[in-house]
């Protein structure tokens, strides 16, 4: 079996104008380029992804969008279409919880995304998790897998990089309380590889990278990287600061 390779990805959400988002790679790069055996990924706001594109070329960092629009192009103001993503990111967030809780991002709508990114050769980074009142109802495991199943029935890919998942659960993002990591990888193992496996077949399932999201922070990075199921982190807040950034970036090598 391949080894995954450890991914962190940055998801700077709505923070950092251009000039801020500038910045903040021109702080973080040194750093990001001498961690070694670690995919970086940066996630900037739209307007910020072809400056941060610019000043990443040749780096060997990733640039992704936070969201896409599964039409070609047309009449959808205020959306960017697979192409225009393409042409300065490998990867793209589909299915983060703000997106589903607040603009409409249906189980529907995730699955569209994560197709046309794909027929785009755009690598989706496709965001499940449950809520705390579904969490605390015992509904995880089903939850998760319907998502999967929702986001990737019928969806066929040719290599497992081509596909991340981010388990993030809903109540641990951006609220501190992270999950812990030993029930995380219980439930990566038991639920989501078989889930991937039944849809992906077991072989693209083995190396599809899983990554866990939720409250990741430098002090405690190294906890989840320890669990053999979490494949690196989806990091919100902490990789808006390059100092944390790197600290977890460095945690997962
Ligand atoms: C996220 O938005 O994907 C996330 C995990 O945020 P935070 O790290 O701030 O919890």
Request: one cysteine or more; glycine letters at 10%.
């Amino acid at each position: 079996m391949m080894a995954r390779v450890p991914l962190i990805a940055g998801n700077w959400k709505m923070n950092k104008t251009v000039g801020e988002a500038l910045r903040l790679v021109d702080e973080m790069l040194p750093g990001l380029q001498a961690v070694q055996g670690v995919e970086k990924l940066l996630c900037p706001p739209a307007i910020a992804i072809m400056p941060v594109a610019a000043m990443l070329e040749g780096k060997g960092i990733g640039l992704g969008a936070q969201n896409l629009h599964w039409e070609k192009d047309g009449a959808y103001t205020g959306e960017l279409s697979t192409a225009m993503v393409a042409e300065f990111c490998q990867y793209v967030i589909v299915g983060h919880s703000e997106r589903r809780a607040l603009f409409g991002d249906s189980d529907l709508n995730v699955h569209r995304k994560v197709t046309a990114a794909l027929a785009a050769g755009l690598k989706p980074v496709l965001c499940i998790g449950e809520t705390l009142e579904q969490n605390e109802a015992g509904r995880a495991a089903e939850v998760l897998s319907a998502q999967l199943r929702a986001a990737l029935e019928g969806v066929q890919i040719n290599s497992a990089e081509a596909l991340v998942v981010a388990y993030e659960p809903v109540w641990a993002i951006g609220t501190g309380k992270a999950a812990s990591p030993e029930p995380i990888n219980t439930l990566l193992r038991n639920v989501v590889r078989p889930t991937l496996a039944g849809l992906l077949g077991q072989e693209l399932a083995e190396g599809v990278r899983v990554l866990y999201g939720g409250s990741v922070n430098a002090a405690n990075a190294g906890e989840y990287f320890a669990q053999p199921e979490v494949d690196g982190a989806l990091v919100g807040g902490a990789s808006l600061k390059a100092a944390d950034f790197l600290a977890i970036t460095q945690a997962a090598a």
